[in-house]
């Protein structure tokens, strides 16, 4: 079992910002390597999308859902275990519960963090 350690959210105004990270304190650095980690959200009455995921530190591999792309930035520090989203631009319609994602890129497990709340006033 992966223990994913989501912090970062909270309210802001539209046209704000907040940066959400989420780390994995009991994981082997090595074996964080083999994990795609990223993001998803999931309003009231929707269903859980996916808004960025990445697998190499580098950030070539990104890739941003539509509706956020050009204001949200994906990271990951291997040597930390940890994985970043950088929010810009905030929309009342990016108001959701976001979760970090690790996906084992060799046995195609799951696991996630518990969830933080991103609330975005108008």
């Known amino acids: 079992q992966v223990h994913l350690v989501e912090s970062g959210g909270g309210l802001v105004q539209a046209g704000g910002s907040l940066r959400l990270s989420c780390v994995a304190p009991?994981?082997?650095?090595?074996v964080f390597w083999g994990y795609r980690t990223s993001w998803y959200r999931q309003a009231p009455g929707k269903a859980?999308?996916?808004?960025?995921?990445?697998?190499?530190?580098?950030?070539?591999?990104?890739n941003y859902a539509d509706s956020v792309k050009g204001r949200f930035t994906i990271s990951r520090d291997n040597s930390k275990k940890r994985v970043d989203l950088q929010m810009n631009s905030l929309k009342p319609e990016d108001t959701a519960v976001y979760y970090c994602n690790c996906h084992n890129l060799e046995n195609r497990s799951d696991y996630w963090g518990q969830g933080t709340q991103v609330t975005v006033s108008s």
């Open positions: 009991r994981m082997i650095t090595s």
């Open positions: 859980r999308e996916l808004v960025a995921g990445i697998t190499s530190t580098r950030g070539e591999d990104a």
